[in-house]
């Protein structure tokens, strides 16, 4: 199996973390969007010319991390999964991870619209946009906030919740400015804390 991506990117690396939850042999190839030549090699595993790819043992090539997950955890089987298989837990697990990929996704736009990784020249950019998709961060955050369950989001054990979570976390922590609504969410920072001392997670953290 191989994993194609940037573990810059927090859906490359929620994909990477279950990898090594799971105890799968995997070969990470860390393409980048940003390099030309990567680039090309990225459109032919993806139409999107996006990360993560993932290509199975059996030469099939996944793209989207939901999808990715969705096959890994059929090859784990019920039996050690981090998502349940059925019922009102699945749900409830998928409207967490929903979230959290929401506020997610926000960070990333705005992770290109400003700074030194910006596309936009600094004069294109529609400050009250901007602002709104880095307050819907915060806000989607805050309501995580309200959900944790226990020790981990969901209650006493680390499910794919926990695992995705803490790779959005990250990279909104990381990549958030001080010009942006401050974030407090002490449950969720404890969370990220202890996933992150875990071998899975501390493997996977992007330089």
């Known amino acids: 199996m191989k994993l194609f991506g940037s573990y810059g990117s927090p859906f490359t690396r929620r994909v990477g973390v279950t990898l ?9 190839v860390a393409l980048r969007s940003s390099v030309p030549e990567e680039l090309e090699e990225l459109k032919r595993l993806n139409p999107l010319a996006r990360v993560p790819a993932f290509q199975t043992d059996e030469g099939m090539v996944f793209v989207d991390s939901t999808t ?23 749900t409830k697990m998928l409207n967490v991870i929903g979230i959290a990929a ?15 990784n910006a596309k936009r020249p600094s004069d294109k950019v529609y400050r009250p946009w901007v602002d709104r998709m880095y307050e819907q961060t915060k806000d989607g955050l805050d309501a995580l906030e309200t959900m944790v369950e226990g020790p981990w989001i969901m209650g006493e054990t680390i499910t794919q919740a926990d695992v995705s979570f803490v790779c959005f976390w990250d990279f909104i922590i990381k990549n958030r400015p001080e010009s942006a609504p401050g974030i407090k969410c002490p449950k969720l920072e404890a969370i990220s804390l202890k996933a992150n001392a875990l071998r899975e997670f501390s493997a996977t953290i992007p330089s």
């Open 102 to 116: 929401g506020a997610a996704e926000k960070a990333v736009a705005c992770y290109y619209e400003e700074g030194v």
């Open 20 to 28: 090594l939850m799971y105890g799968f042999k995997f070969e990470h």
């Open 68 to 90: 990715i997950l969705d096959y890994l955890d059929q090859l784990k089987g019920s039996d050690g999964q981090l998502m349940p298989t059925t019922g009102l837990s699945r």
